[in-house]
């Protein structure tokens, strides 16, 4: 039923008219192309069964704020809601007037400004390096599996056109609100943003916030309850409400196209595609999990 399912999305969304567009505003993320669509699925008795393009590679993007976000959490604990919100915002994901309003407090941890502001956090006490390596440490044994790289030639497009990261960066260090120089922490956030893997990769990731045998122990089920209400709330920025709409279920999306999505006790799915909405959200990706999410009655609503 469910091979069933992913084959026949897989059939139809290829087909699709409007694809959405790649995003440009990072030269790397420009050149990929936008034909790909992957999806995969990990389900409680341990079973995966993936479509399309699966073990094509895609850099995490905004999905790795999930990650950072679960790394602060067993290490600040509620300390971290200090320095971060977690409201959902009606702007958009890099806004800086969001950031001034609320006086230099990020609204919530997905958004890039509360993103940066977690890295900073995993920042301390650690050189970038070493914080760049825990990251990748906790992706891979997320996965369960060795191969998970960085793309470096991603990170540095991104640090040279990252304008508006470096804004919000320096504007949060005119509030108090970022302990490491802009350079530190922006260095570590590009390239957390550029860790590699594909789909099949990424829904073995999801595991431990879905509670699924595989992903164990990663982090308490305090913060796996904690950060998916985050990711229903805000993981898609101000398209939450409609992805929640759609979909039903929690979702953390990438502007590379990818978008991990969590049904609680039951699956956790990845899905790719690199053509955007308006919101920054993958736009085949958010049509596949709406169709997924029905043909397989997942709505938690
Ligand atoms: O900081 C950025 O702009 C990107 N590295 C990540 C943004 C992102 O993925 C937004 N998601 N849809």
Redesign the pocket.
């Known amino acids: 039923m469910l091979e069933e399912t992913l084959n026949r999305i897989n059939t139809e969304l290829r087909e699709a008219p409007d694809k959405g567009l790649v ?1 440009d ?2 030269p790397e993320l420009a050149k990929i192309d936008p034909n790909q669509f992957a999806m995969s699925v990990c389900l409680a008795d341990g079973q995966q069964v993936s479509c399309g393009d699966f073990t094509t590679n895609f850099s995490m ?3 790795s704020k999930a990650f950072t976000l679960a790394m602060a959490l067993g290490r600040y604990g509620d300390g971290l809601w200090k320095r971060v919100g977690r409201e959902p915002t009606s702007n958009a ?2 806004s800086v007037v969001d950031l001034e309003l609320g006086g230099g407090k990020p609204r919530n941890p997905f958004v ?1 400004a509360g ?1 940066i502001v977690v890295t900073d956090a995993l920042l301390s006490g650690r050189t970038p390096k070493d914080t760049l390596a825990e990251i990748v440490q906790f992706v891979r044994a997320a996965v369960g599996d060795g191969d998970i790289y960085i793309n470096h030639d991603m990170a540095r497009s ?1 640090n040279i056109t ?1 304008h ?2 470096w804004s919000l960066a320096h504007f949060l260090k005119s509030t108090d609100n970022l302990e490491h120089e802009c350079e530190l922490t922006l260095g570590t ?2 390239h957390q ?2 860790i590699e893997l594909n789909c099949q990769q990424l829904a073995r990731a999801g595991r431990f916030l879905a509670g699924l045998s595989g992903g164990h122990d990663m982090i308490a089920n305090r913060h796996v309850r904690s950060i998916n209400a985050l990711m229903m709330t805000c993981g ?2 101000d398209g939450s409400g409609e992805f929640a709409y759609r979909v039903g279920f929690p979702g953390k ?4 196209g990818g978008i991990l999505a969590i049904v609680p006790g039951v699956a956790s799915v990845a899905v790719w595609a690199p053509g ?1 909405n308006s ?3 993958s736009q085949l990706g958010t049509l596949a999990l709406e169709r997924l999410s029905l043909a397989m009655s997942w709505s938690v609503f």
């Open positions: 995003a505003y990072i993007q905004s999905v994901f890099n890039n993103a991104e990252g508006r990261n956030y590009f943003c550029s898609h920025y999306s990438g502007v590379s955007l919101f920054g959200n």
